[in-house]
């Protein structure tokens, strides 16, 4: 079955680095996108960016860009999602989720499944 | 960027209710719109994709409507493992852009 797994929560202090890993399997990973997603507590959802693993291409939301880098490793059907610079505001769970969409612009977007999420808190 | 706005923001129903959720778009976005399910401490679920195509193993008791701006998912006889927090989500533009969500409450 169609599943991504992520990795485990995390501990960071302000202006560390966290990188997170979500791990794919059971379709072709390079047919679709791959979106990020975080949740503050208690709060909704957040788009963070999509990666297109067949050619690298990526959108980033505007907040997040220069701190945030996608990518993802073909050969073990993996994407990571870093983040830089933490703040206390980015603590979240962070999700990775398939897109439909695999190209750089299109209107049929949407996710499914979901990783389990990652917890990344960030504190002192 | 788009915004979207649900309405209402929570809701108390009963098993059995008809229950239904609005999401308005701050511009026109045709039908593309996206309905989530999320339960306390998981992750979100698709229900809907394009305003009212029913994801595969989704059950029937849900549907989607709407067009251009304004939208619908309705849950046509609410069960137990029904209450959650839904969201609307489109997929017109980059940044894809949320609803603020909507608690389905006992």
């Known amino acids: 079955q169609v599943q991504l797994v992520q990795s485990g929560a995390e501990v960071k202090k302000p202006g560390a680095s966290v990188k997170v890993t979500c791990k794919a399997s059971?379709?072709?990973?390079?047919?679709?996108?791959i979106t990020w997603v975080r949740q503050a507590p208690g709060q909704g959802l957040e788009w963070m960016g999509w990666?297109?693993?067949?050619?690298?291409?990526?959108n980033y939301a505007q907040k997040l860009q220069g701190r945030v880098t996608m990518t993802t490793d073909t050969s073990t059907s993996t994407a990571y999602m870093e983040l830089r610079s933490l703040r206390s505001d980015d603590t979240a769970v962070y999700y990775c989720a398939r897109d439909y969409c695999s190209s750089a612009s299109c209107y049929l977007a949407w996710f499914d499944p979901w990783g389990q999420g990652t917890l990344v808190t960030v504190s002192s | 960027d788009i915004q979207m706005t649900q309405s209402p923001s929570s809701l108390s129903a009963s098993v059995g209710d008809r229950v239904t959720i609005t999401c308005r778009a701050s511009q026109s976005i045709s039908i593309y719109l996206n309905w989530y399910q999320q339960k306390p401490g998981k992750a979100p679920k698709l229900l809907i994709y394009?305003?009212?195509s029913l994801q595969s193993g989704v059950p029937s008791r849900f549907s989607g409507s709407g067009s251009g701006t304004d939208f619908t998912l309705t849950i046509s006889s609410l069960q137990p493992e029904d209450f959650a927090t839904y969201y609307c989500?489109?997929?017109?533009?980059?940044?894809?852009?949320f609803g603020q969500g909507t608690k389905v409450e006992v």
């Open positions: 989500q489109q997929s017109y533009s980059i940044p894809r852009t």
């Open positions: 990666i297109s693993p067949y050619n690298a291409n990526t």
């Open positions: 059971g379709y072709t990973f390079v047919n679709y996108g």
């Open positions: 394009t305003a009212s």
